[in-house]
């Protein structure tokens, strides 16, 4: 099916139909979550189905940095002896985190509260993207935090003492409230976070499975600081968000079936199933169930007739990663689309407005990118096959990879090396289901 030409590029052939059973890598956000919450723990823990993407390997580094003992086991779990939450030791050199914005922000709130300070640095792509929005609360927690010209990594942290605040964050944003939930785990007393609409919440589920004192109520987080906590035994569940490009796949090429199994099933992740719902694809879940504190299931999606939709900006932070695969869902559904309320899409690993419209359209589809929101026109046509690119964005380029094999000629997509910093098994698992 495909064919590796230069490095970091790859030609894919259209297929007939992809059809199967698979399951995905483990979740990213929970797989950072649980090394963080590990590495702070009290004695030892076991992790299992952890995702060794670049990102999370580039966190796991930066604690094995911090003087934290971390091995893989033969079955590939991770055993972690927790430093404890004042055990994490003074790092040689900078704190590097790649690409990943999950990584740096979650930790610059666990840094801010260390006795040593420590530089944070990252990839060209994190170096773009805006840091204030933690710089901000953090400062205001009593840290001293720094970066570079325009709110931008490197950030410089010097030791600090930590106090507890109640902060109202301006964006949805995971990565804004668990960087101040975490910092807030070092203050002694009351951090409350609120958000404009409720973010993705496997931090607060993981503080609960740890047993820290977190308590939920809308979009409204509190947790109280100070306290200790042991070490557990965790199984990472599949990535909603990787399942989401094989469910795009099955649902866009005719006569396909596939069935994803050990799927997260967190309903602050699961926009894009009701988006599917409602633009009348068929999607089943079954064999539904809990697993550490968060719900999983297997989902079932064959190829659909789909009709348009309009998604607005509450709708977006529950789907704010599948933002791409749903433009591309849009193409192929009957009458225009419009996803509103997406700007926060132009601060992510890409502009992903910018790549997703380019790029659709490259492909011959009626992708029109405007100030806040995407605005797609349906069934224009076949998608053609095309020179296309990823702008070194994960996301961007798995979504192309779905689109070419529906394309009516072959196309080649450069860039792909960067689908290793969340899913290095995606083109195998992709040869796994086609039918050509
Ligand atoms: C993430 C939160 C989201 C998401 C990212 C992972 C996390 O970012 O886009 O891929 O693990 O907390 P924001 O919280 O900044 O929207």
Redesign the pocket.
């Known amino acids: 099916m495909e064919r590796i030409t230069e490095k970091d590029s790859v030609i894919l052939c259209p297929v007939s139909r992809v059809s199967g059973e698979i399951t995905v890598s483990g979740d990213?956000?929970i797989s950072?979550r649980s090394l963080i919450f590990s590495c702070l723990a009290e004695g030892s823990s076991r992790i299992d189905n952890f995702l060794f993407a670049q990102d999370c390997v580039d966190t796991l580094n930066v604690f094995k940095k911090l003087g934290v003992k971390i091995k893989k086991d033969r079955a590939g779990a991770l055993i972690i002896s927790g430093a404890g939450r004042k055990g994490l030791k003074k790092p040689r050199g900078k704190l590097y985190f790649g690409n990943s914005?999950?990584g740096m922000r979650l930790m610059a709130g666990v840094l801010a509260a260390q006795e040593f300070p420590s530089v944070l640095t990252g990839d060209a792509s994190l170096s773009g993207r805006p840091m204030g929005r933690i710089i901000r609360p953090l400062a205001r927690m009593g840290a001293d935090i720094t970066a570079t010209e325009g709110d931008h990594a490197p950030l410089f942290i010097r030791p600090g003492t930590i106090d507890p605040i109640t902060y109202k964050s301006p964006v949805a944003?995971?990565?804004?409230k668990?960087c101040i939930l975490l910092a807030g785990l070092f203050a002694g007393g009351k951090t409350v976070v609120s958000e404009p609409y409720k973010?993705?919440d496997?931090t607060e589920r993981m503080m609960e499975y740890f047993g820290i004192p977190v308590k939920i109520k809308g979009c409204q987080v509190s947790v109280t600081g100070g306290g200790d906590w042991q070490g557990k035994c965790i199984t990472v569940p599949g990535d909603f968000s990787s399942a989401a490009f094989f469910m795009t796949a099955a649902l866009i090429i005719p006569g396909s079936t596939l069935r994803i199994k050990n799927v997260n099933l967190n309903p602050t992740r699961t926009g894009y199933l009701d988006v599917v719902r409602r633009m009348g694809g068929e999607i089943k879940i079954t064999n539904k169930r809990e697993l550490y504190n968060e719900p999983i299931g297997d989902i079932t999606v064959s190829s659909s007739q789909l009709e348009s939709v309009n998604i607005g900006r509450k709708d977006v932070p529950r789907l704010?990663?599948e933002v791409p695969l749903i433009a591309l869902l849009a193409s192929r559904a009957k009458g225009k689309t419009i996803i509103d309320g997406v700007e926060?899409l132009r601060k992510?690993e890409s502009n992903r407005l910018h790549a997703v419209s380019t790029q659709l359209q490259n492909m011959g589809q009626s992708v029109e990118e405007q100030q806040n929101s995407l605005v797609i026109t349906g069934k224009q046509g076949q998608l053609r096959g095309a020179k296309v690119e990823s702008f070194g964005d994960h996301r961007i380029a798995m979504m192309l990879a779905v689109a070419a094999l529906n394309a009516r000629e072959e196309t080649s997509i450069s860039g792909v090396g960067c689908v290793d910093t969340s899913f290095p098994d995606f083109f195998k698992i992709m040869e796994s289901v086609i039918e050509k």
Request: aromatic fraction near 0%; glycine fraction near 6%.
């Open positions: 990213k956000s950072h914005g999950t944003s995971a990565q804004v668990s973010s993705r496997h704010i990663d926060e992510k």
